[in-house]
């Protein structure tokens, strides 16, 4: 019974980033979790770079494949996701920042 309990309050998802050379699959992600604290976990685990090569702090984005859409930060992760849905995290790019 607790396997179902637990099963109902996460998810199980498929992560590549954008070049599609680091794939992970993702189990255990609690629903309640905002897409902020999803993605700073993926990152880890997924051992992306956290700077650009002038040594900029990257930031990264969530694209939902199912709708062709970037989630919001703050979006609930049991409200935007569904179970094994795929997910392509991409840095944030300023065009002309310094």
């Known amino acids: 019974m607790e396997q179902a309990t637990t099963a109902a309050l996460t ?13 992970v699959k993702a189990s255990a ?4 979790a905002t897409v902020h604290e999803l993605v700073q ?3 880890a685990k997924m051992r992306l770079p956290r700077n650009d090569v002038a040594g900029r702090p990257l930031t990264y984005r969530a694209r939902l494949e199912r709708e062709g859409r970037h989630l919001h930060e703050h979006e609930e992760v049991g409200r935007v996701l569904r179970d ?3 997910l392509v995290l991409q840095p944030n790019i300023d065009a002309g920042g310094r």
Request: aromatic letters at 0%.
């Open 11 to 23: 998810l199980a998802l498929s992560v590549s980033d954008v070049s599609g050379q680091k794939r």
């Open 29 to 32: 992600i609690p629903k309640r």
């Open 41 to 43: 976990g993926l990152l």
């Open 84 to 86: 094994q849905d795929e």
